[in-house]
């Protein structure tokens, strides 16, 4: 149980494009759903906390108006990187918390990998 | 400031040995601590979580201890394997809504 999915897998766009990306619960409901990017050889830095039903939180630093995350449902959230730059490739992953377990464990999606040409 | 250290070289290690990966984190007062192991190109995989009034916990060949004084937890796996080898990342609790705050990550190769 507690599988997390992401689409698309991976994605190459022109500069200027925008891009959607997809997080779902496939088997649980998740209360909260993360927002993460990662580099090459570095760690995972969080971008925005996304609650079901309102408004992301984004942490210091993070573009609200460039990372748009909607939060439709307990099993789905979305990403989507507007107008997109070369600086913007990276690894997106979303993680799920499970509504009722143990607090504080995550799920993680396999992760969507963004370049922009 | 803030800072969660892991190992940055790579660790290597015989099979059949046991793997101790360390981390340190200073200016944080975690709540709890986990591990995840990442494959390259994959998204995470929780392994364990220890809280902050737990001394030590296991599962299968895997043990973590937390050390709230330290400001350290250790992650070991026994009888490791070539199959174990992988990124492992800690993470700790910290702030509300359960955020996670990674460290780098400690890169272990089991070798045959």
């Known amino acids: 149980g507690a599988v997390v999915s992401q689409h698309p897998s991976w994605v190459i766009c022109k500069s200027g494009t925008s891009v959607k990306i997809e997080c779902r619960s496939l088997?649980?409901?998740?209360?909260?759903m993360f927002w993460y990017r990662q580099f090459p050889k570095q760690s995972l830095m969080l971008m925005a906390t996304?609650?079901?039903?309102?408004?992301?939180?984004?942490e210091q630093g993070v573009e609200k108006d460039k990372f748009l995350i909607n939060h439709a449902s307990l099993t789905l959230s979305t990403l989507t990187v507007t107008s997109a730059h070369p600086e913007d490739s990276s690894f997106y992953i979303c993680?799920?918390?499970?509504?009722?377990?143990?607090?504080?464990?995550?799920?993680f999606g396999p992760g969507t990998r963004l370049t922009v040409t | 400031s803030q800072k969660i250290e892991q190992n940055s070289e790579a660790l290597n290690i015989q099979e059949g040995k046991t793997a101790t990966l360390t981390c340190n984190y200073t200016?944080?007062?975690?709540?709890?601590l986990q591990w995840y192991r990442q494959d390259p190109g994959r998204g995470p995989v929780f392994l364990l979580l220890?809280?902050?009034?737990?001394k030590e916990k296991r599962k299968e060949r895997l043990k973590v201890t937390f050390d709230t004084t330290l400001k350290q937890s250790l992650f070991h796996i026994t009888a490791s394997q070539p199959a174990d080898s992988a990124t492992y990342l800690c993470?700790?609790?910290?702030?509300?809504?359960?955020?996670?705050?990674f460290g780098t990550g400690t890169q272990l190769k089991v070798e045959l």
């Open positions: 220890i809280r902050e009034n737990e």
């Open positions: 993470a700790l609790g910290t702030g509300g809504g359960n955020k996670l705050t």
């Open positions: 993680s799920a918390r499970v509504r009722d377990r143990e607090i504080g464990e995550q799920y």
């Open positions: 200016n944080y007062s975690p709540a709890y």
């Open positions: 088997d649980f409901q998740a209360t909260t």
């Open positions: 996304s609650n079901e039903g309102s408004k992301a939180t984004y």
